[in-house]
């Protein structure tokens, strides 16, 4: 190293001995001593809860109620139902009135021959009593 | 924990702001950068070896800053950027005091991690240790790439020395 070189080290040790740390300007420094009160007014109300952040899992249940309110709307919206069921509960309901019509025929034939075969024999026995003719009238009724 | 965080302020906002103002240029972007380390730092004050503190702050310093500059320069490299103020031609004949704003814009012109490399050793003082905490480089790593930053200033030097 030359005479010159240790004159250039000297000269570049003695300009990067004088780099000093600037001075923050005011307005920086103002700044960030308003940072605790400006990050604590964004902490959360209810501290005791959940202390620090928030964990990420307090919001799962939060987004998984959407789709499930979605779908309990959806559920509850009135159906229309399809032309083939509609034309399927209308033979249904044409086979249970056919059923109704043949079992209250059924009954009423009954009920007329129980009730209508007494009502005769009662009528015919007290008549049969003060007016012979009657047996035959009925007979000729009945044939 | 205001009031310690009140020290950390009065005791690293001016090597925060130096390291930002080399790194950004940009004053107002400057500021921006120091106070979003100094946010992260208040939000993790906790979690941080008080004894570590100024390395960590740089770090985070020096990354936002770094962050800030991707999002000037989105399609260059850094480097571009970098070359920009690089002092052109010899200089001769200039004073003590304009050598020394000249060795602050030809610092600037270096590339990464050289300039962070000199602003934290030289111009804050740091050790080796912390620089190479902050810069996530091991031992000999700093000591090399400082001593090629120093060489590179050292040659531009001799081209504008009187």
Redesign the interface.
């Given at each position: 190293m030359n005479k010159d070189d240790k004159t250039?080290?000297a000269?570049?040790d003695h300009?990067?001995n004088?780099?000093?740390?600037?001075?923050?300007?005011a307005?920086?420094?103002r700044?960030?001593?308003r940072?605790?009160q400006e990050?604590r007014s964004d902490k959360p109300r209810w501290p005791w809860l959940f202390p620090g952040p928030l964990p990420k899992w307090v919001m799962a249940p939060a987004f998984a109620a959407v789709p499930l309110a979605l779908l309990v709307v959806v559920m509850m919206q009135p159906r229309q139902p399809s032309p083939a069921e509609v034309e399927q509960a209308r033979q249904d309901l044409a086979v249970a009135f056919a059923y109704l019509d043949k079992v209250g025929n059924r009954t009423g034939n009954q009920i007329q021959t129980v009730i209508g075969g007494e009502l005769r024999h009662s009528v015919k026995d007290q008549l049969s009593e003060h007016m012979p003719f009657t047996e035959q009238s009925l007979e000729e009724e009945t044939t | 924990?205001?009031r310690r965080?009140?020290r950390w302020?009065e005791e690293y906002?001016?090597?925060?702001?130096?390291l930002a103002?080399y790194l950004l240029k940009d004053?107002a972007e400057a500021?921006d950068a120091?106070?979003e380390a100094?946010?992260k730092l208040?939000?993790n004050q906790d979690s941080i070896d008080p004894d570590k503190v100024r390395p960590w702050l740089m770090k985070v310093t020096r990354n936002g800053c770094l962050d800030r500059l991707r999002r000037r320069h989105p399609t260059e490299e850094l480097q571009e950027w970098h070359q920009g103020d690089v002092v052109a031609g010899p200089m001769q004949g200039m004073h003590q005091s304009e050598?020394?704003s000249w060795?602050?814009t030809t610092?600037n012109s270096l590339k990464e991690p050289y300039r962070s490399l000199v602003v934290l050793r030289?111009?804050?003082q740091h050790s080796y240790e912390e620089v190479a905490a902050v810069l996530e480089l091991n031992l000999p790593q700093v000591k090399t790439y400082l001593h090629r930053a120093?060489k590179q200033?050292?040659e531009q030097?001799?081209e504008v020395?009187p």
């Open positions: 250039l080290d000269h570049f300009l990067l004088q780099l000093e740390v600037e001075k923050a300007p307005s920086l420094t700044r960030l001593k940072i605790p990050e | 924990m205001s965080f009140r302020v906002q001016n090597q925060a702001w130096t103002r004053p500021e120091c106070q100094f946010v208040w939000k050598l020394g060795l602050k610092i030289d111009v804050h120093r200033l050292r030097l001799a020395r």
